[in-house]
Structure formats: C-alpha cells, structure tokens
C-alpha cells in the first residue's frame, strides 16, 4: 500500500517539478526573446490543457502525501512537530500549498484575463494600449511561475532529503 502511494507521489512530483522547471528555465525565456506575437499565442494554447493536468496532479500529490505521512506515524501525528522528518515534511507541503494558491489563486486567474484580452483582439493588431496589457499580462504570469518555482524547489529538495532525516 505504501510503496504504491509512494510510486504515484513520485510520478506525480516529478511530472509537476518537471514541467515547472522546463517552464521557467527554458520555455518562458526563450518565448519572451520571441516576443508577444508568438509568446501570447503559446501561451493560450497551453494553459487550457495544463490548468486541470496540473490540479488533478497537485490533488493527488497532496492525498498521497497526507495518506503516507498517517502511514508512517500511526497514531502518533503529534511527533511531526517534534522530529527533524516532521518538520522536513511540514515544510514539503506548506511549499506545495503556496504553490497551489498561486497558481491557482492567481496564475489561473491572470491567465484567464490573457486570453480574454486575446480573443477581443483576434484578427486585427492591438491597439498600444491592449498591446502594453498584454505585455503587463504576461509578465505578471512569468513573474508568478518564477515565484512558484522557488517554492516547488523547496518541496523537491525538502521530500528528497526525507528519508535521511
Ligand atoms: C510538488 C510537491 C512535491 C514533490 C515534488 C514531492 C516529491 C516527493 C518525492 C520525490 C518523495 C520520495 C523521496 C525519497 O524517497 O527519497 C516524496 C516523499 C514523501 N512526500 Fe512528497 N512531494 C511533494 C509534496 C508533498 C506533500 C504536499 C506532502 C504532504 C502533504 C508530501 C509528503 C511526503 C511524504 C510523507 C513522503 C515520504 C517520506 C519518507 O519516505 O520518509 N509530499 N515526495
């Protein structure tokens, strides 16, 4: 039971590790260089597909976690305060919530506001004041994700050191 939850947390830690890193250390940088024009348009096309993939992967992240930490400390919840691995874990997860509220609280939201701003100008080049929210846009959801991959490196490097705490 355990090895089995341990192998989906796995999988899906580093699906969403994965996917933050690739996101802030190669796609969002190389996009910028390529300018609004193809960053925009790549964006939209991502997020309607990333959004759930990432909500299903953070809740099963998050149930498997909780499920292993009872596991591992039958009946004895309290001694997560009180141990180096609690603490370890605590901070795991408190990281991985922080991430969850911005990317959901207000990536999702700001991305939404991106393509709302998109679609209202399809077909025709935007205005300079649509261009510049466009651009505020953006660069308030690159700012966010390199928020959060601060965060998500806290819970990788966090759960990996676990086992030898
Ligand atoms: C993006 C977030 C997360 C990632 C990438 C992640 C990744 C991992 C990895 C790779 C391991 C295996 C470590 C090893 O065996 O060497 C692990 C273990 C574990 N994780 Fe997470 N995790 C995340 C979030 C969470 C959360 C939110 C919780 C709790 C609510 C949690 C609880 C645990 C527990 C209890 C273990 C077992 C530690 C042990 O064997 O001593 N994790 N995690």
């Known amino acids: ?22 996101m802030t250390l190669i796609l ?27 909500a299903a992967s953070f809740t099963i992240i998050l149930g498997t976690g909780i499920a292993m930490i009872f596991l591992l400390n039958p009946g004895a919840l309290d001694t997560l305060w009180s ?19 911005i990317g ?14 998109g679609r209202s100008i399809e077909g025709r080049p935007p205005s300079p004041q649509e261009a510049q929210q466009l651009h505020h846009l953006s660069e308030r959801v690159t700012k966010l994700t390199q928020t959060n991959f601060v965060f998500v490196a806290i819970a990788i490097i966090t759960m990996v050191i676990a086992r030898y705490l």
């Open 1 to 22: 039971m355990f090895d089995t939850l341990r192998m989906f947390h796995i999988l899906f830690g580093i699906f969403v590790g994965g996917t933050y890193i690739f």
């Open 28 to 54: 969002e940088p190389r996009l910028r260089k390529l300018g609004p024009s193809v960053q925009t348009p790549v964006m939209r096309a991502i997020t309607p597909i990333l959004t759930p993939i990432m």
């Open 83 to 101: 141990t180096a691995w609690g603490w370890d874990i605590i901070i795991g997860a408190v990281a991985t919530i922080i991430v969850m509220v």
């Open 104 to 117: 959901f609280g207000l990536i999702v939201p700001t991305g939404i506001r991106l393509d709302k701003l």
